[in-house]
Nanobody, 122 residues
Framework: VQLQASGGGLVQAGGSLRLSCAAS????????VGWFRQAPGNERRFVAA????????DYADSVKGRFTISRDNARNTVYLQMNSLKFEDTAVYYC????????????????WGQGTQVTVSS
């Protein structure tokens, strides 16, 4: 599966952005999809993940209550709605997918998008 992340940009603190992860290739509904982010000088860290059906989702503590992950399997797309953005949310955001049901470790994902920059001004 090939992944393409988009939707990043520059936003003021308190604002919102919606990221998209569009997939092509094999059956998208067979993949767990996660979002990770990487700030300069930091490792890539888990943000959110969603089950194959879209029924189940989980989030890093730092984004719970502010971010929402969703998916539309008919459109082969996963979304990350980001509200109440903070300066510390600034990072490159990556979507990733895998057929295995391991959500939280970046090493468990075999397929990655190219990343989209999110910059939050304080």
């Amino acid at each position: 599966v090939q992944l393409q992340a988009s939707g990043g940009g520059l936003v003021q603190a308190g604002g919102s952005l919606r990221l998209s992860c569009a997939a092509s290739g094999r059956t998208f509904a067979s993949y767990v999809v996660g979002w990770f982010r990487q700030a300069p000088g930091n490792e890539r860290r888990f943000v959110a993940a969603i089950s194959r059906s879209g029924i189940n989702a989980d989030y890093a503590d730092s984004v719970k209550g502010r971010f929402t992950i969703s998916r539309d399997n008919a459109r082969n797309t996963v979304y990350l709605q980001m509200n109440s953005l903070k300066f510390e949310d600034t990072a490159v955001y990556y979507c990733a997918a895998d057929t295995r049901n391991n959500w939280y470790r970046k090493e468990e994902y075999n397929y990655w998008g190219q990343g989209t920059q999110v910059t939050v001004s304080s």
